[in-house]
């Protein structure tokens, strides 16, 4: 079992023996078959997702299963699905169809479904009856049952499950097999409070559930040990990290203790919820280098009335003032977010708002969606009387005015020299390297693959919208 940038740890004790049981049946497979069984995982959504199968992979390759990603060659394919738009859902349920043809191919294929999609209403009976071929369904709360539902179809005992329990207790340390060796996303906050009325997370990822300081800690030293230098913090909104736990923790102390550990470089987090970002989190951004001057800021709308309706509990005027206090400790700080257009009733003038909100903050960059009806949240219950032409519009519209100011910030980076972390080689080209300033900030210039997960000097010599290129200065 290759354990490279794993954080192999021991599953619970019943776990435990389903895993031994089919890393048994696996190696028996491996030495009868000459080749070890082959998994597939496919990720939807957002980090939390990509982390999520991070864990299902570490799983799986302690079963005595390798990662594949040639879906024809896979004896067990995950679909890991997210259901915050409808898009998201239609390329699943798409997906899915596809796979019916490698289930009649090959009958001992295991496809399974998990993830957000699976926590809706409904859903179960939608998959079981268009894609019959699918033999597991699990939700988000269940992750570390895998060997168990594993056991279970490979020893035949079951033809086909559907396993989606109410939120349990955090499970901690469970294996990783992530995608970087010198970077490493870390959960820190499990599901959301806020029922923000478009929103369909907090009905499929449940309510918040902080971990424990010490069990983050401890798991940051870890991965540092292991070669980390870069960690990304993970939650629907960190800033609510600790309340639940009642015990004077907050998001603010975690960073701090986490500045302490030696070896590790830089820190992200996201999700930051405007109405929960407090001024002492600045404060604590603004007094370690190590934790990276971005601010992934959510607005979803610059209309006030509209705010009111999402239930965002914060107005236009609120975020600006929040948007100055953050330039007033860090004027350097980048700062992006994302944006509905097309909220149902939203008005030209609501859309105007948000137009002027953009140019009022000039945005580094901004992730933007129309508005998708998700069934069972509240703004699904309203009235709509926006065309889907005029939210294409909007959406076209506005754009042109997020690039408009990423473009022009990027520009003032033009000659700047900047520290770079070197993240990967280019698909096109293998001499041209790409690597993230502190400030998230994509950077593409040539370079030796060696420098893969090496800090390096970058000057900067031309901005474009979404990426900056540059010119790898000698050490
Ligand atoms: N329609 C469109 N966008 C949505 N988001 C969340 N729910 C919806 C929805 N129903 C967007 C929000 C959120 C991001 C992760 O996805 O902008 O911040
Ligand atoms: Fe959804 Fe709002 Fe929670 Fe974000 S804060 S996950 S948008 S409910």
Redesign the pocket.
């Known amino acids: 079992m290759e354990n490279s940038h794993s954080t192999v740890q021991s599953v619970g004790e019943n776990e435990q023996d389903y895993l031994s049981e089919v890393q048994r049946l696996n190696a028996l497979y491996a030495s009868k078959n000459g080749r070890c069984k082959k998994c597939f995982i496919d990720t939807y959504g ?1 980090q939390m997702n990509e982390h999520d199968s991070e864990i299902l992979l570490g799983l799986l390759v302690q079963m005595g299963y390798e990662k594949t990603d040639d879906l024809s060659k896979a004896d067990l394919i995950l679909l890991n699905t997210c259901c ?2 409808e898009k998201a859902e239609s390329k699943v349920l798409s997906h899915l169809g596809e796979l019916r043809r490698l289930k009649n191919d090959n009958p001992e294929l295991i496809i399974g479904v998990c993830g957000c999609m699976m926590q809706q209403v409904g859903m179960i009976e939608k998959i079981k009856t268009s894609a019959p071929h699918v033999q597991l369904l699990f939700g988000t709360h269940n992750l570390h049952k895998l060997p168990e539902f594993i056991y279970r179809l490979i020893t035949n005992s079951e033809q086909q499950m559907e396993i989606l329990p109410k939120e349990t207790a955090i499970q901690e340390g469970l294996p990783t097999k992530r995608e970087f060796p010198f970077k490493a996303l870390v959960n820190i906050i499990y599901g959301c409070n806020n029922f923000c009325t ?2 369909i997370v907090p009905y499929v990822r449940g309510r918040e559930r902080s971990r424990q300081i010490n069990d983050i800690v401890e798991e940051v030293k870890n991965l540092v040990a292991d070669g980390v230098v870069e960690i990304t913090l993970l939650g629907q909104n960190v800033n609510s990290y600790g309340k639940d736990l009642k015990d004077g923790t907050n998001f603010a102390l975690l960073l701090t203790k986490l500045c302490e550990i030696d070896g590790l470089k830089r820190i992200r987090y996201m999700t930051s919820h405007p109405k929960d970002l407090t001024e002492e989190l600045i404060q604590t951004v603004a007094r370690h280098p190590k934790i990276c001057s971005h601010f992934h800021l ?1 607005v ?1 709308s610059g209309s006030s009335a509209i705010l009111k309706a999402m239930n965002r509990g914060y107005t236009k005027e609120d975020y600006l003032l929040l948007v100055e206090k953050i330039r007033h400790y860090l004027p350097k700080a980048a700062i992006t977010t ?1 944006i ?1 257009v097309g909220f149902p009733n939203e008005t030209e003038e609501d859309f105007l708002e948000t137009i002027d909100l953009v140019q009022k903050v000039q945005f580094d960059n901004a ?1 933007s ?1 129309i ?2 009806k ?1 069934a069972g949240t509240p703004a699904a219950r309203m009235q709509d009387d926006v065309s889907l032409e005029e939210k294409k519009e909007r959406l076209q519209r506005l754009n042109d005015v997020l690039g408009d100011y990423a473009k022009a910030i990027n520009e003032t980076y033009v000659h700047q020299v900047i520290e770079i972390l070197v993240e990967g080689v280019s698909k096109n080209n293998a001499n041209m390297l790409s690597g993230k300033t502190a400030s998230n900030k994509t950077v593409i210039f040539a370079g030796d693959a060696a420098l893969v997960g090496q800090f390096v000097l970058v000057e900067i010599t031309e901005a474009q919208t979404w990426i900056l290129k540059g010119v790898l200065l000698e050490p």
């Open positions: 957002c915050i738009r478009y929103c959510p979803q994302d509905i992730f969606f508005y998708s998700r």
